[in-house]
């Protein structure tokens, strides 16, 4: 998006520095990197990113509103009730179109967003992984809002584990005492024992970044086919130990619970019954705060979204819309091209959305022609300021006519990436 930085990067490119990049991704973890990796990092103007953050802060100001609770509520008519729902997530992820607008103008479109993790953990791996190959210019970082990775590891660690994170500085300077930047914020341990759970972890194609999560954080892998409950307390077995699981780090998404053997999905029924547990994130903010939020938000750079069954008559420019089934994931069900008939025929209309079709911009210019991007901000609750703070991100390139594997079958400069925001 910064030609000049564009510029320069392509003419260094070279296939020998694309392997260099994959292999130093895959020495950690061996054959765990299961999903495309893009030859190119992103690069971010301070414009866009100010465009970006002030959308993000609009969308939590909504979450954070007196009727937040109200208008989600009927997300969860047909979801499975589990307890110990927090009134909050911890952290929340909104997913950005850089779309180009009437006046040919870069702006961001919000076309997804999610109460639930992402790639929090493999993030700081891929970062890692640029700089030891590629040249990322002065100026610039993948961390957002003043932060580091050695900030956004504390603060992490803290959503991960239960911990407190606590301003020293701020401690030590009421004592007329004097501390540096870089040793400002300690961690006040909770000793809560935390665990990753998914469905079959070591089969999904983001299990890198759970293997991260292990590796930076110390937070064991489970299984849900390894939970047991004993009285009000939910155990897993490792080396013949049973031991006990205070809080969960939730990677389960329920429609692949609803898909698996009898015998796992009642292992995921544990969960429903009223256990000592925490969530990160509890599993009802997957449905609040979610593509069911979308119609709810009116923005410059968010796309007009209405419920199907509420549609009082049918845009009469089908061809500038989008339908999306409310609680899929990864793109499945999504009807890019659409008729009347395809609304009409819909079984479940309150189960889906019609959104304004977003123009991406060809915006990355690469040695193969120009790819389309998207750019994921993580959010995390920020306990002393009362306010979730974007963090860092994530970001994927595409050719096709969605981001996703589907759609950019035997085409380069596409897939997961990194996009580095030129700081303030």
Avoid at 60 to 87: A, G, H, W
Avoid at 300 to 324: H, M, N
């Amino acid at each position: 998006m910064i030609a000049y930085i564009r510029q320069k990067f392509n003419a260094a490119f070279s296939e020998k520095t694309h392997q260099n990049y994959l292999a130093a991704l895959n020495t950690s973890f061996p054959n765990a990197l299961d999903f495309t990796v893009a030859e190119t990092p992103i690069f971010i103007d301070k414009a866009f990113t100010e465009k970006i953050l002030a959308t993000g802060d609009y969308v939590n100001q909504v979450i954070q509103s007196d009727r937040f609770n109200s208008i989600t509520e009927p997300s969860l008519k047909n979801v499975p009730f589990f307890p110990k729902e927090t009134p909050l997530p911890a952290c929340i992820v909104m997913d950005f179109a850089i779309a180009i607008n009437d006046q040919n103008e870069l702006v961001p479109a919000l076309i997804e967003l999610q109460g639930f993790p992402s790639l929090f953990a493999y993030e700081i791996l891929q970062d890692d992984c640029i700089h030891k190959t590629y040249t990322i210019p002065a100026g610039f970082s993948p961390y957002l809002n003043g932060y580091t990775k050695e900030k956004y590891v504390a603060h992490l660690e803290t959503i991960l584990k239960g911990d407190t994170l606590i301003d020293t500085k701020k401690n030590l300077d009421t004592n007329n005492q004097n501390v540096s930047d870089s040793t400002k914020d300690t961690i006040k341990h909770s000793n809560k024992h935390t665990v990753l759970l998914e469905i079959l972890p070591h089969q999904q194609k983001t299990r890198i970044d759970f293997y991260c999560t292990e590796k930076y954080f110390n937070i064991p892998i489970v299984c849900i086919t390894e939970i047991f409950v004993e009285e009000t307390h939910l155990y897993y077995e490792r080396d013949g130990k049973k031991i006990k699981i205070d809080r969960i780090y939730n990677r389960i998404v329920l429609d692949e619970l609803k898909n698996q053997t009898k015998e796992i999905q009642e292992k995921g029924a544990l969960l429903q019954t009223n256990l000592n547990i925490e969530w990160v994130t509890h599993p009802h903010h997957f449905f609040k705060i979610s593509k069911f939020l979308l119609p709810f938000l009116k923005h410059a750079y968010i796309p007009k979204t209405q419920f199907v069954d509420q549609l009082t008559e049918l845009p009469t420019a089908l061809e500038k819309y989008i339908l999306k089934p409310l609680f899929s994931f990864a793109g499945q069900g999504v009807i890019i091209d659409i008729n009347s008939g395809d609304i009409e025929n819909i079984e479940g209309p309150s189960g889906w959305i019609l959104q304004e079709k977003v123009n991406y911009a060809n915006c990355i210019e690469t040695p193969t022609g120009p790819a389309k991007a998207e750019l994921r901000l993580f959010y995390f609750w920020d306990e002393g300021k009362q306010e979730y703070i974007a963090t860092m991100n994530l970001a994927r390139l595409s050719k096709g006519k969605m981001i996703g594997v589907d759609y950019n079958k035997n085409k380069q400069w596409v897939g997961g990436s990194l996009a580095y925001f030129e700081k303030f």
